[in-house]
């Protein structure tokens, strides 16, 4: 049956009731109105719907509420601060890493979960970490000179 759980979504305090196996990203997006994190494939496999627990990145919507209670959830609309965008949001922004956009929440929180572990990062590492993250338009190169960008 459905119950309370609590979560910590960037820096807040959050109370969402549902099934204990809900996807995290179905109460992010339809509880929260948190719509940076994006429904893609729902498998696990495609990466659109990443948001950051605990330093590391997760795969929204294949991680059950309950698994997700008590710890640090952030999301894109946590990154940055008021009025100032997280570097590597500009970074994708320098490097006009768009097309259609949608897979650009899981590029953005895979990057950041990576740069911030070890902002030393290099280029095969960071291609390493963005091989499951898929584009459809495939704009991976312009993906990859944003995150080489923000790894600078
Ligand atoms: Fe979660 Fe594709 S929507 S990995």
Redesign the pocket.
């Known amino acids: 049956p459905p119950r309370p759980h609590r979560l910590r979504v960037n820096g807040s305090e959050r109370v969402v009731t549902a099934e204990s196996d809900t996807p995290l990203l179905y109460l992010l997006r339809n509880d929260l109105a948190l719509n940076g994190p994006k429904?893609?494939?729902?498998?696990?496999?495609?990466?659109?719907?990443t948001v950051i627990v605990d330093g590391l990145a997760a795969?929204s919507?294949?991680l059950p509420v309950a698994m997700a209670e008590g710890r640090e959830i952030l999301t894109l609309e946590g990154l940055g601060a008021p009025g100032r965008l997280d570097p590597v949001q500009q970074a994708f922004i320098d490097a006009e890493a768009a097309q259609c956009g949608y897979c650009l929440n899981g590029m953005i929180m895979t990057v950041k979960a990576l740069l911030d572990r070890d902002p030393e990062v290099g280029e095969t590492q960071i291609r390493n970490e963005l091989r499951f993250n898929l584009c459809r338009c495939g704009t991976h190169v312009e993906i990859l000179q944003a995150a080489m960008l923000a790894a600078q």
């Open positions: 429904y893609g494939c729902g498998l696990g496999e495609c990466g659109a719907c795969r919507c294949v």
